[in-house]
């Protein structure tokens, strides 16, 4: 079982930077593909970034491509979601999750574990 708490949300105007970070429990986060979905009201979860168990591969939904960055710390257990340029279009509930494989990293049914999410609003 893996337990994740995501924290770093907050209100920002546009233009701005926010970091996200995910703290996973148990003894298996490295073995574990990460991810960062997000929800806005009224729309469908959707993928953000993901990140492979060594952290080599990264990868990106178009929409953030080059504003956002995955990185992770498997000695801390940790993901962290760096935003920068930060759009009204981001606004929404940020949540991590984890994978026990790799197969579907864009889908929300490709991830075991997820965390309860923290807001993200930004401003115009």
């Known amino acids: 079982q893996v337990q994740l708490v995501e924290s770093g949300g907050g209100l920002v105007q546009a233009g701005g930077s926010l970091r996200l970070s995910c703290a996973a429990s148990g003894r298996t986060f490295s073995s574990n593909t990460m991810g960062w979905f997000r929800q806005a009201p009224g729309k469908e979860r959707e993928f953000v970034s993901a990140i492979s168990r060594s952290g080599v591969s990264t990868y990106y939904a178009d929409s953030v491509k080059g504003r956002f960055a995955i990185s992770r710390d498997n000695a801390k257990n940790t993901v962290y979601l760096q935003m920068n340029n930060l759009k009204p279009e981001d606004t929404a509930v940020y949540y991590c999750?984890?994978?026990?494989?790799?197969?579907?990293?864009?889908?929300?049914?490709?991830?075991?574990?997820w965390g309860q999410g923290t807001q993200v609003t930004v401003s115009s």
């Open positions: 999750a984890a994978a026990k494989t790799a197969i579907t990293l864009r889908a929300p049914g490709g991830y075991d574990y």
